[in-house]
């Protein structure tokens, strides 16, 4: 069975090809960062047009990479949210005329559910139940996945969300942007116990995140540290602010698991590619029992693999989605 993927809830254009739901045949992407750095993140309006230019040749060029013909697609799976509504809408109009113009049936699949979908095409399918880390640039939360498709919300942020947190961060250190890629190369080269930043919300009992009084924290010392006169050394600042981000998702990603019961966590999401987040998290999670799955750096970012990979099994199960399906941008996981 091939399954047609296709991504354009953000900035980046993404289709890929899979066959039988975990085989990878072709994974592209068209990406737009160069069209948004100038702007210091990403402009919804600007992101969609870009899409609109982009994706139907890259489909072609997705068809053509992996051999397969038009009329080989056996369903075409769509991200329908959350995200940018605009710029799903272009995704989602390609999809729908793909599927009426072939035959394949349309599944919608949830960007986030998709995100840990990722450690399935790098890992083979776990068994459910267990626990879903998602940090992304626009989502921080803790799921208990208790079967397939079934998604209890443990605990989210309360303001950012981490990758935003990243991004600010990196904006107000004048590292550019995407952030989060420039503060982990930047914190390599420096002390994570330099400046001791909030831990916010480690100490409390619910699962929650909060991510501002951080920032502002950064913000404060910045500003204290060059009205003193003093340089900024930017490795120091840029570990210890992404130490203290890693240390809150550590801990309350092993709360979760002993909360649950579950042996196994899945992280998904573009944050899962930072260097110390990962280490952190499959370190302190294996030292606590737990069988800890992280998707391979290039399935952590935005991509079509994984939504191609869920909308596959989706379909295996006999869900369809209609043609009529609208857009969400604020699409819930659960209800
Ligand atoms: O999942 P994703 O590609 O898009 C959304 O669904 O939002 O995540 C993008 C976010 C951005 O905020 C970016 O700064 C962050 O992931 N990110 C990272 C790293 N690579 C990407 N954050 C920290 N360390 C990284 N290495
Ligand atoms: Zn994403």
């Given at each position: 069975m091939i399954t047609l993927g296709i991504e354009t809830s953000c900035d980046e254009t993404a289709v890929a090809i899979v066959e039988d739901t975990y085989s990878v045949r072709t994974n592209m992407i068209a990406a737009q960062v160069h069209l948004h750095e100038r702007f210091g993140g990403v402009v919804p309006e600007v992101a969609a047009r870009a899409h609109v230019e982009a994706l139907t040749p890259l489909l072609a060029e997705a068809l053509v990479a992996a051999d397969v013909g038009v009329g080989d697609v056996d369903g075409v799976a769509v991200t329908v949210g959350p995200g940018l509504v605009g710029a799903l809408l272009v995704g989602m109009a390609a999809a729908k005329s793909f599927s009426l113009a072939t035959g394949a049936p349309l599944i919608g699949v949830h960007h986030l559910e998709g995100h840990y979908w990722a450690n399935f095409l790098a890992h083979g399918p776990p068994a459910p139940p267990y626990v879903a880390l998602i940090v992304s640039g626009g989502h921080t939360m803790l799921v208990h996945v208790l079967e397939l498709h079934h998604h209890v919300v443990l605990g989210q942020t309360l303001d950012d969300a981490a990758g935003e947190a990243f991004d600010k961060v990196a904006r107000l250190l004048g590292l550019g942007f995407p952030g989060g890629p420039a503060i982990d190369a930047m914190a390599a080269q420096g002390d994570p116990r330099a400046i001791a930043f909030p831990r916010a919300m480690a100490a409390s009992d619910d699962l929650d995140f909060s991510m501002?009084?951080?920032?502002?924290?950064?913000?404060?010392?910045?500003?204290?540290?060059?009205?003193?006169?003093?340089?900024?050394?930017?490795?120091?600042?840029?570990?210890?602010?992404?130490?203290?981000?890693?240390?809150?998702?550590?801990?309350?990603?092993?709360?979760?698991?002993?909360?649950?019961?579950?042996?196994?966590?899945?992280?998904g999401g573009g944050v899962v590619a930072n260097t110390r987040l990962r280490d952190r998290l499959t370190g302190d999670g294996a030292a606590a029992g737990l069988r800890v799955l992280a998707p391979p750096l290039e399935l952590c970012t935005d991509n079509a693999a994984m939504i191609a990979c869920l909308g596959a099994a989706k379909l295996a199960r006999g869900e369809r989605t209609s043609l009529d399906i609208a857009a969400d941008p604020n699409l819930r996981l659960a209800p």
């Open positions: 501002s009084g951080l920032k502002t924290a950064v913000l404060r010392h910045v500003q204290q540290e060059r009205r003193a006169g003093r340089d900024i050394p930017l490795p120091d600042v840029a570990a210890s602010f992404q130490e203290a981000i890693v240390d809150v998702q550590v801990t309350k990603t092993i709360a979760a698991a002993e909360r649950t019961g579950v042996d196994t966590v899945l992280l």
